[in-house]
């Protein structure tokens, strides 16, 4: 059974997750209305990623007997000015997860939570992941400038994400 400490900061984790899914949606939308169809798709992806991490923390809760708290998701930011501002804003937005992952890890073993930990040790690694990903495009785009032929090249690169 979960602690009580435990089962809030699990429920504010998949408020935040939601709220990653929101985030990336809205910069989809961004990307649509650029007609930046590789870059919109990938970020679509990634916000059906992060609603399936929302469900993960979820069904632990579930599974572990505690009970679930749906808070309110917060509105997204909806407007940017370039693929570079985006991919910086995803960058530190993976940067901060990582940070609330690492204080659920910190709050697992403070309570010596041995199956939460384990649990998050999953988001841990996946975290890397994140945070790699974002900032390989974004170095790509720095590189590459905000020139609209080399963006469109990027672009067809991006739309190809399974």
Known sequence: MLSKNMEEALNKQ???EYFSAYLYLAMSAYFESANMK???KWMRLQAKEEQTHALKFYDYVIARGGKMNLLAIEAPKAKW???AKVFEEVYAHEQKVTGMINALVELAMKE??????ET?????KEQVEEEEHASE???????????????FCLDH??????
């Open 14 to 16: 998949i408020n935040r």
């Open 38 to 40: 590789g870059f919109a």
């Open 81 to 83: 000015t370039s693929a």
């Open 112 to 117: 010596k939570d041995h199956a939460t930990f």
């Open 120 to 124: 998050l040790q999953w988001f841990v």
């Open 137 to 151: 495009i974004l170095g790509k785009i720095r590189t590459i400038g905000d020139i609209p032929g080399h963006l």
């Open 157 to 162: 690169e991006l739309g190809k994400r399974e």
